[in-house]
């Protein structure tokens, strides 16, 4: 199923306890992951979340479910549209 189908009816919900864990639903794709941050395709766009000592506890692409812990400094959405570095000097 097409990104933006899939995306249109699945809600997200995004749960932070004091900073050390992290819950959300809505996770389409893993992107990027290492120790200071996760960067996912969800169904409200591209989310990146920042910190250090990050470590995924789990990982369900089935429901769509992240659960994380570590020192987390940060949590930002980007809209996908936005496209790569490429097409944003070009397009």
């Known amino acids: 199923m097409p990104y933006e189908e899939k995306a249109s009816g699945a809600p997200q919900k995004?749960?932070?306890e004091n900073r050390e864990k992290l819950e959300v639903t809505g996770i389409l794709e893993v992107m990027i992951f290492d120790e200071q941050s996760i960067t996912a395709r969800t169904s409200q766009?591209?989310?990146t979340v920042r910190g250090s000592g990050l470590?995924?506890?789990r990982l369900s692409l089935?429901?769509?479910e992240l659960s994380l812990?570590?020192?987390i400094g940060a949590i930002e959405y980007t809209d996908e549209e936005r496209g790569g570095f490429f097409s944003r000097l070009f397009g």
């Open 14 to 16: 995004i749960v932070c």
């Open 55 to 57: 470590h995924v506890d």
């Open 45 to 47: 766009g591209e989310l």
């Open 62 to 64: 089935d429901s769509g």
């Open 69 to 71: 812990t570590g020192r």
